[in-house]
């Protein structure tokens, strides 16, 4: 069956710290995945896309890799601030269809000043 | 900065009513999604929406649920009879037309609560 595992449903770290969050997927090939932040109640806040012939991808502070042959990607923030603290969300994008995605359950990180 | 916004932000029902939530896409966006998220589980696609017809749906997306952009500006979701466990935040999403542009933008959700 079709699966999106994200490594850990909560993720403590200290300020200043990397946080590394972990999506693993099987029985999908997915031509793009999307990382995107949810803050409770709020709906999901787009961060970053890699594409699958893309190894590594960043923006500021945030770095993705994208791991076809182990079907994993890892999502890093460094240099972690309290204002990081929220829930990480992994997301798949098909070849086929709408630009329709697929989610991760979710990984909530929190950072302690 | 532009935003898709949803009302109501909270909708409360008994199980049978019929619900209507809206959205107000991004004025330039062309794909239109409605996704649910079951308090939590992970956000779970529900149908998407072109060229004012559906483009793609879900399993979850049964013959309870339709949507229709009625005007220029508004895009909806109706639920026929309500269930217990329809109740989730329901999110909102478009997305431009370019087909190198994937990212999505979200609404703020309407949390539907079935009593």
């Known amino acids: 069956s079709q699966k999106i595992e994200q490594n850990s449903e909560a993720l403590n770290i200290q300020e200043g710290k990397t946080a590394t969050l972990t999506c693993n997927y099987t029985n999908y090939s997915p031509a793009y995945l999307q990382w995107y932040r949810q803050d409770p109640g709020r709906g999901p806040v787009f961060l970053l896309l890699i594409r699958e012939n893309e190894k590594e991808k960043r923006k500021e502070r945030l770095k993705v890799t994208f791991d076809t042959t182990l079907k994993q990607s890892l999502f890093h923030i460094t240099a972690s601030q309290p204002a990081d603290s929220a829930t990480y969300l992994c997301a798949l994008l098909l070849p086929s269809g709408y630009s329709t995605l697929t989610f991760g359950k979710g990984t909530m990180l929190l950072v302690s000043p | 900065e532009p935003e898709v916004t949803q009302t109501p932000s909270h909708q409360v029902t008994q199980m049978g009513q019929e619900v209507i939530l809206r959205c107000v896409p991004i004025?330039?966006?062309?794909?239109f999604y409605w996704y649910r998220q079951i308090l939590g589980q992970k956000v779970e696609f529900l149908v998407s929406f072109y060229n004012n017809e559906i483009s793609e749906k879900s399993e979850i997306f049964d013959d309870q649920f339709s949507v229709e952009r009625p005007d220029g500006s508004n895009f909806t979701l109706k639920i026929r009879s309500t269930k217990l466990e329809d109740s989730a935040m329901y999110f909102c999403a478009s997305k431009f037309l370019a087909a190198s542009s994937y990212e999505q933008y979200f609404g703020p959700g309407t949390r539907l609560t079935v009593t």
């Open positions: 004025s330039n966006h062309l794909y």
